[in-house]
């Protein structure tokens, strides 16, 4: 139904459930890139055919309960975006030009990178776990989990 | 690159012995490692959604569905808040009026509701719930809806769970 494209104000006037359709779709979008990354198995989406923004927030008169604030599913859409080029690029068996040690640095590079760019609100300073947004630790055990899939070639060896 | 150098994924052989690791660490008894193949048979979840089902208490529903919504809603979303508590009210009020996309939407809610709220269980939770919304994907949608697309979300979320919960 094309939910990866945009739809004009036009079109859908209501910005809720445009919003919605909106985060639906990425939803779908960081299944596919996570799960065929943990499962081994290629991603069906492709970035390339992808035409529709990121979630972003609504106006503070509009339901927060039905839109939240946006910059945990952002930062979740990347991380999803970023582990399946890891993940090719470290698993893939296509021809490499790079070695091995090589990919898994940069791939470390790329995920650093992203957790330093996450918004104060998601970050985990403390080991007060309990004390932390729930989902900023989420973030964190997915971030773990890519880190240890990302290393486990170099420590088999 | 020659073939044995490549590295290769193993996920899901991986994962269950972490899960076997996993129990040994946190258990003071001796755990061995075991080859998970207690999957729920097509049979028994066909048997489940053929079978009549009773619609749980209002109250009961109300409080799997907010914990649907508080959990698996704060992480992922695939729902709107204020759509689905209304469609529920609407069904508890009158629940001939609720149309099959909507009813098969309740079901998938009210499984991850019951597999959140479940402490101890032996069978997995909301099986029932979970074999009643999988109706919905017998048929496929003359016209392409936003509902349909939400119950795959949430059915596909639910089958994760369930290879991940049988490997514990």
């Given at each position: 139904m094309g939910l990866h494209l945009s739809v004009p104000p036009a079109v859908l006037p209501d910005a809720t459930m445009g919003e919605h359709r909106r985060r639906v779709w990425w939803t779908a979008y960081t299944f596919d890139r996570m799960w065929s990354a943990k499962l081994g198995f290629p991603h069906a989406i492709s970035d390339t055919v992808i035409e529709?923004?990121?979630?972003?927030n609504l106006p503070e008169n509009t339901d927060q309960d039905d839109i939240p604030e946006c910059s945990y599913l952002v930062a979740m859409i990347g991380l999803a975006s970023l582990t399946s080029q890891i993940m090719g690029s470290i698993y893939g068996s296509a021809s490499q030009k790079t070695s091995l040690s090589q990919r898994v640095q940069s791939a470390l590079t790329d995920l650093r990178k992203w957790k330093d760019e996450l918004p104060e609100s998601l970050m985990i300073k403390n080991v007060d776990l309990a004390a932390s947004d729930s989902r900023a630790?989420?973030?964190?055990?997915?971030f773990n989990q890519v880190n240890l899939a990302e290393n486990l070639p170099l420590c088999q060896r | 690159?020659?073939?044995?150098?490549?590295?290769?994924?193993?996920?899901?052989?991986?994962d269950s012995a972490f899960a076997t690791r996993l129990r040994q660490v946190v258990s003071n008894t001796q755990?061995?490692?075991?080859?998970?193949?207690?999957?729920?048979?097509?049979?028994?979840i066909q048997s489940l959604a053929d079978a009549d089902c009773p619609w749980p208490?209002?109250?009961?529903?109300?409080?799997?569905?907010?914990t649907t919504l508080k959990r698996m809603g704060r992480c992922y979303h695939i729902l709107m808040r204020s759509t689905v508590l209304k469609e529920l009210e609407d069904h508890i009020q009158s629940p001939s009026a609720t149309g099959f996309s909507v009813k098969s939407k309740l079901w998938a809610v009210l499984a991850i509701g019951e597999l959140y709220a479940t402490?101890?269980?032996?069978?997995?939770?909301?099986?029932?719930?979970?074999?009643?919304?999988?109706?919905?994907?017998?048929?496929?949608?003359?016209?392409?809806t936003l509902v349909a697309i939400e119950i795959r979300l949430l059915l596909v979320s639910l089958q994760l769970f369930q290879a991940r919960t049988s490997k514990y």
């Open positions: 529709i923004d990121l979630p972003s630790c989420y973030l964190q055990l997915m | 690159m020659s073939v044995p150098l490549a590295p290769i994924l193993v996920a899901e052989s991986s755990q061995n490692h075991f080859p998970r193949v207690d999957y729920v048979s097509d049979e028994h208490s209002p109250g009961r529903a109300r409080f799997l569905v907010d402490r101890t269980f032996s069978a997995f939770p909301g099986l029932q719930y979970f074999a009643k919304a999988t109706k919905m994907l017998h048929i496929t949608p003359e016209r392409p």
